[in-house]
């Protein structure tokens, strides 16, 4: 079963190496052109660098993991993916023109600016940054199973080894070399996932219609709402969507990406194009139905390795296609955490919430060395993941982007927001979100008092941020009208 696999996985190493290379190559090399490639991106360069970006290696391993321990509510994921860009599509193009404007290229910089306020952007930029490690962690972790699976290495060195060719590519690259990498890696992924989710089903059942047949005979629960698993309520499923919708275009990776659109029209397009990516979802349904009705299928993010290594579905071209959609998925979205970690540390953390004056070279070279401090962070968390539950460290991960939505949402639509309300609020909701996380893991009976409906915690501290944010800027003084018209605000 390995004989194909060891080629086929420094192959695509070696393809996206050269293809992050030769990408970066043509630009000028400063600042702007490493964080937003000079806003250069065209309609289908922008569509694979949003849809790749997003599907990881998590979403790779996890949705069949979760169609067959949770059935059904896995379909959440095609629910909220093509709903969350729906805010994109309105914000993205005054956000791509305020950023082409005033020189801007980071949401940190963009609604710091919007405030006036330098602490405004250290802390959305710091968060930031702690929300990516745990991400990435899970990135090197599909990546280390790869080459576990297909050299025999131990999942730390494998993993160093793939994201040591994903930083090279990111440092020499920039923005250029993450989205034509993205083009390679979407394109691998669509075609090897929509392979096996046809051949397989197709191989074990006589297809995919004969194998929902026999899942409405045996498991009808997996087909209905809230599905098989116990405590799993409509409430719940409804709340994930909504979470998930509301939090989805707030990630800095995925903001970033309005700056480097050609034109607002191409980020527009970018939204409203993005949804048809999520067919990447479909076929990885099958394979966990198909998995659900195959006696002995692990209940984990394992299952769809078990399934392509079974004897009557597996073989060498079949195991060597699935190293490689693993790697095109964890590839895809670590180089965007290196690349936007790097950029938001300098932009937004150095330059302009400390002030530290820096050339464009200065900047550009503290990027890169930023992307080679993350990659050891990632190597570090990826140690610590196996101590700590990755599910709890992706709870705070994903409980910080949204506390960026009122901030966002009210500074991009209301004059009224003013400084004091955007720094109490984005204060208060992360930090509402930091000590529910830490009650979670260490105090459970004070979590349970403090969340009696265990909602999740960033919807607690999201409700706090906007309530805190709506009522200060009533009741204190709005910013200057002057100040105001630079981000598209006029005098009525």
């Known amino acids: ?105 980071t949401q940190a910089e963009l609604i710091g600016a ?28 599909g990546a280390g199973i790869v080459m576990s699976l297909a050299l025999g290495w131990s999942p730390l060195i494998g993993a160093a080894v ?34 096996l989710g046809l051949a397989i089903p197709g191989q074990l059942f006589g297809g995919v219609a004969p194998m929902f047949d026999r899942v409405i005979a045996e498991h009808p629960e997996y087909l209905t709402l809230p599905g098989p698993a116990p405590g799993t309520s409509s409430f719940q499923y409804t709340a994930e969507i909504v979470m998930s919708t509301l939090g989805f275009a707030m990630w800095p990776q995925v903001f970033m990406k309005c700056f480097t659109g050609r034109s607002a029209r191409a980020v527009q397009y970018a939204a409203v194009t993005y949804p048809s990516f999520l067919v990447f979802l479909v076929p990885l349904l099958f394979l966990g139905y198909a998995a659900l009705l195959l006696p002995g299928a692990p209940r984990d993010e394992s299952v769809l390795l078990w399934l392509v290594s079974r004897p009557e579905v ?15 998925a964890s590839m895809s979205t670590g180089d965007s955490l290196l690349h936007g970690g790097a950029s938001i540390f300098v932009r937004d953390v150095l330059v302009s919430g400390l002030g530290v004056p820096l050339s464009e070279q200065a900047q550009t070279r503290l990027m890169r060395m930023g992307v080679v401090v993350l990659f050891g962070l990632g190597l570090v968390m990826l140690v610590v993941a196996s101590k700590v539950s990755i599910v709890d460290l992706l709870l705070l991960a994903y409980a910080v982007p949204v506390q960026f939505l009122p901030p966002v949402m009210l500074g991009l639509y209301w004059r009224r927001a003013n400084r004091v309300a955007a720094e109490a609020g984005l204060f208060i909701g992360l930090g509402v979100a930091f000590a529910l996380f830490l009650a979670k893991i260490l105090a459970p009976s004070l979590y349970a008092w403090c969340n009696p409906l265990d909602l999740q915690i960033g919807a607690v501290g999201l409700v706090l941020n906007a309530v805190t944010m709506f009522v200060l800027s009533l009741t204190t003084p709005p910013m ?7 981000f598209e605000f006029r005098q009525p």
């Open 162 to 195: 793939v994201y040591a060719v994903v930083a090279i590519y990111v440092m020499f690259g920039g923005m250029r070399g993450v989205g034509w990498t993205n083009v390679l890696q979407g394109v691998a992924m669509l075609a090897v996932v929509w392979w």
């Open 480 to 486: 200057p009208q002057s100040h105001l018209q630079h």
């Open 314 to 328: 597996g073989g060498p071209w079949v195991f060597a296609a699935f190293c490689t959609a693993v790697l095109a």
């Open 114 to 141: 919007r405030y006036d306020s330098r602490r405004v952007t250290t802390v959305m930029g710091a968060a930031s940054l702690l929300a990516f490690i745990p991400y990435l962690a899970i990135q090197f972790k």
């Open 1 to 105: 079963m390995g004989a194909v696999a060891p080629y086929a996985v420094f192959a695509y190493l070696a393809a996206s190496l050269a293809v992050g290379l030769i990408a970066g190559r043509r630009g000028s090399g400063g600042a702007d052109d490493f964080v937003t490639g000079e806003r250069s991106f065209g309609p289908v360069l922008m569509y694979f660098v949003m849809g790749a970006m997003i599907f990881s290696a998590y979403a790779l391993l996890g949705t069949p993991q979760r169609v067959i321990t949770k059935g059904s509510d896995a379909f959440y994921m095609l629910a909220y993916g093509a709903a969350a860009f729906v805010p994109v599509f309105y914000f993205g193009a005054r956000v791509r023109r305020m950023g082409a404007r005033l020189g801007l290229v």
